[in-house]
C-alpha cells in the first residue's frame, strides 16, 4: 500500500500568499483527518471528514482555513491569506471506520513556511 | 473533555536500558488509548493501542503498555532501549463513539550509547 500522500513536502510563501495542500488517503479508508503541529501547541485537530463529508471543523483556526474533500480519494487544505503563524507542520491522516478502536493513518506531513 | 498529560518532555536513557515513558489520562468515560511514535521528518506511527481487550497491551518494535485504571495511566515501557528507539513518543485519547484524538504533547526520548 501506498499510504496516505501528501503534497507538497515542503512549502515556503510569502505573507498573503493562497496556500493549497493535498492528501491522498489510503484507497478503502472512509474518514479523513487534518491536523497541524507545532512547538507551542502541539498536535492539533482541525477537521476531519467521514464519507467525504465534514463532521467537526472546531478546531479550524480562522475563516482563513478551508477544507474540501470533494471524493474519497483527495482532499485540500486551503489557507487564504496566509501568515506567518501558520507555519508549521500540517498532516492528514485516514482510517476506516468501523468503531472507535480504528487506527488513523498519517501522512509525512508538509512543513509549511510563511515569510 | 478527555486530556492527556505526557510526564517529561525529554527522556535520555543509555542504550540496553530501560525506557519508560509516562502518560496519564482523564476521560469520564472508558477511554480508548494510543501510542504513536515519530522519528524526524516523518508522519506517526501506531505502536499500539488500548481497547479494553486486555490491560497490558503489546506493540511493535519491543514496546508495550499497561492500563492501570486506579491510576489512570497507561505508560509506555521498552526493557532495553536500541539507538533506533530515538523519536518522539505520544499519547492519545479517544473518547468511545467518536473518531477525534486528543494528543499530549509528546515525549522526547534520546538514546545515548
Known amino acids: 500500500d501506498a499510504g496516505v500522500i501528501q503534497s507538497p513536502r515542503h512549502e515556503v510563501t510569502e505573507m498573503g500568499q493562497e496556500v493549497t495542500l493535498r492528501c491522498k488517503p489510503i484507497?478503502?479508508?472512509?474518514?479523513l483527518f487534518w491536523y497541524r503541529q507545532t512547538m507551542m501547541r502541539g498536535l492539533e485537530l482541525l477537521i476531519y471528514?467521514?464519507?467525504?463529508?465534514?463532521?467537526?471543523d472546531s478546531g479550524m483556526p480562522e475563516d482563513r482555513f478551508s477544507a474540501k474533500m470533494p471524493n474519497a480519494s483527495f482532499s485540500t487544505l486551503k489557507i487564504q491569506p496566509s501568515e506567518p503563524r501558520d507555519s508549521a507542520v500540517y498532516f492528514c491522516?485516514?482510517?476506516?471506520?468501523?468503531?472507535?478502536?480504528?487506527?488513523?493513518?498519517f501522512g509525512p506531513g508538509t512543513r509549511l513556511t510563511v515569510l | 473533555a478527555q486530556s492527556v498529560t505526557q510526564l517529561g518532555s525529554h527522556v535520555s536513557v543509555s542504550e540496553g536500558a530501560l525506557v519508560l515513558l509516562r502518560c496519564n489520562y482523564s476521560?469520564?468515560?472508558?477511554?480508548?488509548l494510543f501510542w504513536y511514535v515519530q522519528y524526524p521528518n516523518q508522519g506517526l506511527q501506531l505502536l499500539l493501542k488500548?481497547?479494553?481487550?486486555?490491560?497490558l497491551v503489546k506493540g511493535i518494535n519491543g514496546f508495550e503498555a499497561e492500563f492501570k485504571k486506579s491510576e489512570t495511566s497507561f505508560h509506555l515501557t521498552k526493557p532495553s532501549a536500541h539507538m533506533s528507539d530515538a523519536a518522539e513518543y505520544f499519547c492519545?485519547?479517544?473518547?468511545?463513539?467518536?473518531?477525534?484524538?486528543?494528543f499530549g504533547k509528546g515525549t522526547k526520548l534520546t538514546v545515548n550509547p
Open positions: 488500548y481497547t479494553s481487550a486486555a490491560t
Open positions: 476521560s469520564s468515560v472508558p477511554p480508548y
Open positions: 491522516a485516514s482510517s476506516f471506520f468501523l468503531d472507535t478502536t480504528d487506527t488513523q493513518y
Open positions: 492519545a485519547v479517544k473518547k468511545g463513539g467518536s473518531e477525534k484524538l486528543v
Open positions: 471528514f467521514n464519507n467525504n463529508v465534514p463532521i467537526d
Open positions: 484507497s478503502g479508508h472512509n474518514s
